[in-house]
C-alpha cells in the first residue's frame, strides 16, 4: 500500500479508506464479521478508518472501537456529526451546544480519548459557521481532536470557511469529503480545483455511486434494481436521467473488459487516480466486497483508459442530479430568485 500526504497536515494515508457506514443493523449487524473485515483491512495496508454518530445510531462507532483495541494508534481515525441522532431539535446540527456534547459520545463509543479528524457532515446554513468552528477549535486546543474537517460543502462554502478561519484564527479545515465517482463528476468542475488550491486532504466517498459502477447492476439483468426494492429518485429506473446511466455503465463496462479490469475497481481507480483526491471511502459489507476492493489501490490507469472514460462521461458531468449531495440547499425553492 502506497501512502499519500493528507493535505498539508504531514499525515500519510492509506488511498483507500475503509468506510463504516455497513457495520451495524444498516448493514452487517455480525458484530464479530464487522470486526474480521476492519482486521483485515487494516493487515492489508489500509490506516485510515471513517465512520459518523448516525450510523446505525452510534453502534458503527461502538465496532469501530472495540475492533481498534490494541490497534488504535496504527489507524487515522475519522468520524462525523451533524446528522440528527434523535427526535431532539438540538441534538444534531453544527452548533456549540451539540459539538461539545456530542463529541463526547463518540469518544465513548469509539473507545478513544481522541478523535484523529472529526468532521460536520453537511453544511448547516442556519448556524454561523463561526459557531462551529470555534467549538472544534476548543476541542482540538482540548486534545480531543486533532484535524477538522468538512464534508459535501460546495466551492463557495469551502472558501467562505478557510476565510472565516484565517479571519478569525481558528482551526481551519484541513480536508473535505464530498462525493466522487465516473458517474458523479461534479466536484471536478469547483470542488476539487478548490481543496486543492487551500491544500487541503479529500476524501471521497461512493466511488462506484451507491453501486452502479459494482458491475452488479445492468442494463436487462435481473438483478438491477426497481424503484421499489430501492426507493428514492436515484434508483427509480423509469427516470431519462438513470436509463442513460444503464447505457454508460455498459459502455464504461466494455472499456473495463478490454482494459483488463473488473469495472469495480475501474471505477475506484478512477477516483484515486485524481490528483486532487487522497483517499476513495470503501464501505464494504462482506469480506467479499472488500477483497474485491482492495487491489484497486495498485492500480494505475493509462492516459487511454482515462481518454476513454472522459469520452463517455465528460469531466465536471453528474449525469444524474439526484446523485449530488453537496450544495443541495442553494438550489431549494427559498434561496432561489426564482
Known amino acids: 500500500m502506497r501512502y499519500r500526504p493528507l493535505g498539508r497536515t504531514g499525515v500519510q494515508v492509506s488511498p483507500l479508506c475503509l468506510g463504516t457506514m455497513m457495520f451495524g443493523p444498516w448493514g452487517n449487524n455480525d458484530k464479530a464479521d464487522a470486526i474480521r473485515i476492519i482486521h483485515t483491512a487494516l493487515d492489508a ?35 462525523k456529526f451533524f ?42 446554513p442556519d448556524t454561523d459557521i463561526t459557531e462551529t468552528l470555534g467549538a472544534l477549535s476548543d476541542l482540538v486546543h482540548q486534545g480531543k481532536v486533532r484535524y477538522v474537517g468538512s464534508s459535501s460543502f460546495s466551492g463557495s462554502q469551502i472558501v467562505e470557511a478557510q476565510w472565516i478561519s484565517r479571519e478569525r484564527n481558528l482551526e481551519r479545515f484541513v480536508t473535505e469529503q464530498p462525493p466522487y465517482s465516473i458517474l458523479v463528476r461534479g466536484i471536478e468542475e469547483d470542488v476539487l480545483p478548490t481543496v486543492q488550491r487551500y491544500g487541503m486532504g479529500t476524501l471521497t466517498y461512493s466511488p462506484l455511486d451507491g453501486g452502479w459502477l459494482s458491475g452488479r447492476w445492468r442494463k436487462n439483468a435481473a ?108 438550489l431549494l425553492p427559498e434561496a432561489r430568485r426564482r
Do not use: C
Open 83 to 124: 446528522m440528527p441522532m434523535d427526535d431532539d431539535p438540538n441534538h444534531r446540527g453544527g452548533s456549540r451546544r451539540w459539538i461539545v456534547q456530542e463529541v463526547e459520545n463518540s469518544l465513548r463509543r469509539l473507545g478513544t480519548d481522541h478523535i484523529d479528524l472529526y468532521q460536520v457532515h453537511r453544511p448547516t
Open 223 to 330: 438483478s438491477t434494481p426497481t424503484s421499489a426494492a430501492r426507493p428514492g429518485a436515484r434508483f427509480d429506473m423509469s427516470t431519462a436521467a438513470n436509463q442513460r446511466k444503464l447505457d454508460l455503465v455498459e459502455e464504461l463496462a466494455t472499456v473495463a473488459e478490454q482494459a483488463g479490469i473488473p469495472l469495480l475497481q475501474m471505477a475506484i481507480a478512477f477516483v484515486i487516480n485524481h490528483p486532487g483526491v487522497t483517499a476513495a471511502i470503501v464501505g464494504p459489507r462482506t469480506m467479499q466486497h472488500l477483497e474485491s476492493y482492495l487491489p484497486a489501490a495498485d492500480i494505475t490507469l493509462p492516459a487511454d483508459v482515462l481518454d476513454r472514460i472522459d469520452a463517455i462521461v465528460a469531466p465536471g458531468v453528474t449525469v444524474n442530479p439526484d446523485d449530488n449531495s453537496y450544495g443541495a440547499h442553494e
Open 45 to 79: 495496508g489500509i490506516n485510515f478508518v471513517d465512520t459518523a454518530d448516525v450510523y446505525s445510531g452510534g453502534a458503527s462507532e461502538e465496532i469501530v472501537g472495540e475492533a481498534l483495541r490494541g490497534r488504535r494508534e496504527d489507524v487515522f481515525l475519522a468520524t
